[in-house]
């Protein structure tokens, strides 16, 4: 027994299928390959503009460090300044002044954009009538929409140290505190600082796809993932909350630079990165739930 059937197509030839209905052949697991999707996303503008825009930010901090200089006549030493003093400093302040907002855009681009856009062009439908199985649609948009965020933040790592260690040497770092490292170590650090904030960056990602699923409307899902995290944000300055702000998702978005002290305090650290996976976890919880059962209608 082999559970196939023979039925006839519309042009009077003949169609092996299974028993349940499944064409001869069909693997649920061989629907939309990741190097499918990664192709389709590489190849929209917004990718292209996002990942360009991230390598050409330290060019512009580099030029306006060029055009503008430095003001030391305060006496005091200052991150602009201490930036230009190698390029392991000009990497840290690179990425100082990207965790904040701009990576928090660019990962909400990519996980808020990657089911609504398909509902916006009424092709998820499509995709679904392949068959393409719900859980394993979202999980590949997941999975290239990280991808992406990844390769923008190395994008970033890399052109910040590439083009700073040009232009300002392969001095040490240096922070306000007097502390310093060598630059292999500081590299070295600033490597494991990457990996930290890709993880605290999860729960943008688990909001973005969570409302990416729940509206057709791209610019809905991203817009709404950054107005979250700017509310956080200002939550975040609120002393007045005591304690419960460490409950909220990002207050410990820039405990990376406890890796750039000689001495690393892990406290933080390992508190942040619980604290995102656990968000993550609950929004792509979510995310999934709502997605099983949403009615596609576009």
Not at 25 to 36: Q, V
Not at 45 to 61: D, E, K, Q, S
Not at 171 to 185: C, I, K, N, R
Not at 229 to 249: E, K, M
């Amino acid at each position: 027994m082999t559970g196939k059937h023979v039925t006839s197509d519309a042009d009077g030839g003949t169609v092996a299928s299974h028993a349940d209905g499944r064409a001869a052949g069909y693997r649920a697991t061989h629907t939309l390959p990741l190097r499918t999707e990664l192709k389709r996303q590489f190849k929209r503008r917004r990718t292209r503009l996002a990942l360009g825009f991230l390598a050409l930010l330290p060019v512009i901090l580099a030029v306006a460090f060029a055009i503008g200089g430095s003001d030391s006549g305060s006496g005091a030493v200052d991150l602009i300044e201490l930036g230009t003093r190698g390029g392991v400093n000009f990497t840290v302040f690179c990425l100082f002044m990207s965790v904040g907002f701009l990576l928090i855009v660019v990962v909400a681009l990519f996980f808020g954009d990657s089911v609504a856009s398909e509902a916006s062009w009424s092709s998820l439908r499509y995709l679904l009538a392949i068959p393409v199985p719900r859980s394993r649609l979202l999980q590949q948009k997941a999975i290239v929409s990280a991808a992406l965020s990844a390769l923008a933040i190395l994008i970033l790592f890399g052109v910040a140290l590439t083009l700073g260690t040009a232009l300002y040497g392969t001095g040490p770092l240096v922070t306000p505190f007097g502390d310093s490292l060598g630059y292999g170590e500081a590299v070295g650090r600033l490597l494991a600082a990457l990996a930290f904030i890709a993880v605290n960056l999860t729960w943008v990602a688990g909001l973005a796809l969570l409302l990416s699923v729940l509206t057709d409307a791209p610019l809905g899902a991203v817009g709404g993932t950054v107005m979250v995290s700017i509310l956080v944000q200002i939550l975040d300055q609120i002393t007045a909350l005591g304690h419960w702000r460490d409950y909220l998702p990002g207050h410990f978005s820039f405990a990376w630079t406890r890796l750039l002290a000689p001495t690393v305090d892990w406290h933080d650290i390992v508190v942040g990165s619980f604290s995102a996976l656990a968000y993550a976890a609950a929004f792509g919880l979510l995310a999934w739930q709502r997605f099983a059962v949403k009615d596609i209608t576009s």
